[in-house]
């Protein structure tokens, strides 16, 4: 079984920043990439970045591009996302999740094989 655990959510204020973590943990830990998504009340989970652990290939949602960063640490089995100018539209709860295998699709979460319980992020304005 394999656990992802986020931290680093809270409050803050527009125009400010965050960075969460997602460690992973659990019988041996291989993943093919590592996502974040965000889920806002009422609204569907939304993807939001994601890194391959070997080869560091990353891409981003248009919403967060330029704002944000995600980068991992294999050594650690983290993987982090620093989100930077922060909008009140960014309130969500934001969870990480692994790809075991390859799939040739990284941005529906129905396609990641492990979830985070989530971390709230809220942005005031």
């Known amino acids: 079984q394999v656990q992802l655990v986020e931290s680093g959510g809270g409050l803050v204020q527009a125009g400010g920043s965050l960075r969460l973590s997602c460690a992973a943990s659990g019988r041996t830990f291989t993943s093919y990439a590592m996502g974040w998504f965000r889920q806002a009340p009422g609204k569907e989970r939304e993807f939001v970045a994601v890194?391959?652990?070997?080869?560091?290939?990353?891409y981003y949602a248009d919403s967060v591009k330029g704002r944000s960063t995600i980068s991992r640490d294999n050594a650690k089995n983290t993987a982090f996302l620093q989100m930077n100018s922060l909008k009140p539209e960014d309130t969500a709860v934001y969870y990480c999740?692994?790809?075991?295998?390859?799939?040739?699709?990284?941005?529906?979460?129905?396609?990641?094989?492990?979830w985070g319980q989530g971390t709230q992020v809220t942005v005031s304005s």
């Open positions: 999740a692994a790809q075991t295998t390859r799939r040739g699709n990284l941005f529906p979460p129905q396609l990641y094989d492990y």
């Open positions: 890194i391959t652990w070997t080869g560091g290939y990353t």
